[in-house]
T-cell receptor
Framework: EAQVTQNPRYLITVTGKKLTVTCSQN?????MSWYRQDPGLGLRQIYY???????DKGDVPEGYKVSRKEKRNFPLILESPSPNQTSLYFC?????????????FGDGTRLSIL | AQSVSQHNHHVILSEAASLELGCNYS??????LFWYVQYPGQHLQLLLK??????LVKGIKGFEAEFIKSKFSFNLRKPSVQWSDTAEYFC???????????FGIGTKLQVIP
């Protein structure tokens, strides 16, 4: 089954404790992206990746890091989480083929930073 | 920089009423336009997309959208809503070059039986 898998689904942690949210897709997609969803702000793109070893900043990259060492994986790293990073996070992927391909979304990761 | 505006943040309709959700974007180059739906507690799913050709596109569950280039708009419509359409709807723009994606802030639709 084609899917985007995020882990963990829920996490409560404390300020400053490094954490990683994993994202894996089984569709051989070149393009992957991370979003955060906040009430009244919709989805905002954090980082995206056009292919292995190619990453670019989205609209809200501050406080986040990503890596793309393999095609299927695109982890989101919070080196020193802060309460303003409490949010619902979605990973998405799509084929590269120009911009006309819709994205497939994971089920989301709800992070609470205390 | 590209941006997306969704004008209606919260819409309440009775079943069988017609729906139109506004979406305007700003971007000077080639764009690809999408509407996604997010049912409560779920991830986003594609409703429909436009990238070229017929400006009137049809999607799943009876939804359609019309791309009007001169107005930079991509409004979503449905002639008769159902209670099961209660969800949040997001318009998104993806530029043809850099593939950066920008979402609108979403419109919460509540359909009353």
């Amino acid at each position: 089954e084609a899917q985007v898998t995020q882990n963990p689904r829920y996490l409560i942690t404390v300020t400053g404790k490094k954490l990683t949210v994993t994202c894996s897709q089984n569709m051989n997609h070149e393009y992957m992206s991370w979003y955060r969803q906040d009430p009244g702000l919709g989805l905002r793109q954090i980082y995206y990746s056009m292919n292995v070893e190619v990453t670019d900043k989205g609209d809200v990259p501050e406080g986040y890091k990503v890596s793309r060492k393999e095609k299927r994986n695109f982890p989101l790293i919070l080196e020193s989480p802060s309460p303003n990073q409490t949010s619902l996070y979605f990973c998405a992927s799509s084929p590269k083929q120009g911009g006309n391909q819709p994205q497939h979304f994971g089920d989301g990761t709800r992070l609470s930073i205390l | 920089a590209q941006s997306v505006s969704q004008h209606n943040h919260h819409v309440i309709l009775s079943e069988a009423a017609s729906l139109e959700l506004g979406c305007n974007y700003s971007y000077g180059g080639t764009v690809n336009l999408f509407w996604y739906v997010q049912y409560p507690g779920q991830h986003l799913q594609l409703l429909l997309k436009y990238f070229s050709g017929d400006p009137l596109v049809k999607g799943i569950k009876g939804f359609e959208a019309e791309f009007i280039k001169s107005k930079f708009s991509f409004n979503l419509r449905k002639p008769s809503v159902q209670w099961s359409d209660t969800a949040e709807y997001f318009c998104a723009v993806r530029d043809g070059g850099y593939q950066k994606v920008t979402f609108g802030i979403g419109t919460k639709l509540q359909v009353i039986p």
